[in-house]
């Protein structure tokens, strides 16, 4: 290396200063590890600092808070600690053995992690990733990026507006704009039901009377400098446009909830193998990934629907972390987790079968009165109504773990019960 860089020993290092990598820092400042918590933006909290709506904290604390409020929780007690905060912070590589080079406003740090959690979320998925035809005028825009322009910077981005897929952030600003005034024509939703939570439909839609196009799409954009209109069309069962269904609509702002990718430009950079379906890490049941001491948690993941399981996933990765950092290992985790009947995704990908886990898993289709199971065995759960909206949370408590012993794979299944 160069003059001028300084070398650091640390525990445990956290990239993402978001819901998930503060929960990883506090667990492991707890239990007595040495940690890092390194965040690009001047603050932490992540995407939380945009989310002023309520709705935040039901799950984790039992009440409803807006989403700076939930992050002062975390930074509140991140302040008043002995984690290392570097913000403003920029890591530079991560290797395999988990030596890291980070920029920040005092210089360049070589650090050498005894264990790595990445904490980095997801982004939104663009308009070149959907592949929208038409020119490129301006008001054209991610659903996130118009939350944080009116949220933070206290700018609206239009007064007319339409809203291509159901995703919970499409759904939130929806209300959100119409609060300000502005009128939100529709959303649209390329699928036959909403890809985001249901009470999201009711509470930012149904309330307000937006419509919700299901089995639409747009199709085109008319505009130069700035947007004038889309043509909105609807799609048969293989999401192709049925010729005579267009329809133009007169709009100055659309924006795209078509869906979140997870954050894994450095999980390549370090060698760890990529889930296919989810764009995340495969990861154990303490979101240790495949390369020894580097973990994973949060929406760099999987999508995750409520932050209070980002931050649940959080807290047990950082229990990972402070125990591979302290004995350099943990329970191999040699049994498989598979998706079933009717699974989409199921994380983790492995258990070892010794420890209480809980596993969460998207389905591939609505259904009604099911139960969620692990093949082979008596653990179940019934549900009233799944979706591929809404994640589904199940605990395989200690009590439970003998049912496991005689297994090689853990099948997760989810079969109508009448």
Known sequence: MSK???????????IGGGPAGMAAATRGEEEGAEVMLIERDIELGGILNQCIHNGFGVELYGEELTGPEYAERFTRKIESGDIDVRLNSYVLSLSPDKIINLLTPNGVFEIDAEAVVLATGARERSRGEIRIPGDRPSGVMPAGTAQKFINKKGFMPGKKAFVLGSGDIGLIISRRLTWEGAEVVGVAEIMDYPTGLNRNVVQCLHDYDIPLHLRH??????GTNRLEGIELSQVDEDFQPIEGSEKDLDVDLLLLSVGLVPENDFFKEAGVTLNPKTRGAYVDEWFQTDVPGIFGCGNSIHIEDLVDWVTMDGFRAGDGAVAYAGTGGLPQADKEVRAGENVNYVVPHKVSGEDEFRFALRVTEPMENVDISIKGTDISSFK???TPGEMEVEEVLEDELDELKDLDEVEIEVTRRF
């Open 384 to 386: 009233q109504i799944v």
């Open 217 to 222: 799409t747009v199709t085109d954009i008319y």
């Open 4 to 14: 001028g860089i300084t070398r650091i020993k640390r525990d445990i290092v956290v």
